[in-house]
Nanobody, 127 residues
């Protein structure tokens, strides 16, 4: 079992920066992929970024390329999302997710790839 707890969400103005953290507990060492998703009311969860063991690349959605960066500290069992140059369209609830062990079909931005989810942290960007 894996438990995930996000933090770092806040309200900022356009152009601001935030760093989200996702602290994992339990058997996270066996989770091949960890990711960040976001969701606004009325929409499904959108994959933002992912970091998978054995994958030399980090995965980023086109909408955040050049502005967001994901990193994973397996020693500290923490996943980070550095968000720079924030825009109002980035306003959403941000969720951390992890796969169940090595089970991963390669579709990093698909919510069904992930078995474990945190409760979310709200990011609000005002113009």
């Amino acid at each position: 079992q894996v438990q995930l707890m996000e933090s770092g969400g806040n309200s900022v103005q356009t152009g601001g920066s935030l760093r989200l953290s996702c602290k994992a507990s339990g058997d996270i060492d066996t989770s091949r992929c960890m990711a960040w998703f976001r969701q606004v009311p009325g929409n499904g969860r959108e994959g933002v970024a992912a970091k998978c063991i054995g994958d030399s690349k980090t995965r980023l959605a086109d909408t955040v390329q050049g502005r967001f960066a994901i990193s994973r500290d397996d020693d500290d069992k923490t996943l980070y999302l550095q968000m720079n140059n924030l825009k109002p369209d980035d306003t959403a609830m941000y969720y951390c997710a992890a796969t169940r062990g090595w089970s991963y079909a390669g579709a990093w931005a698909t919510a069904t790839e992930y078995a474990y989810w945190g409760q979310g942290t709200q990011v609000t960007v005002s113009s």
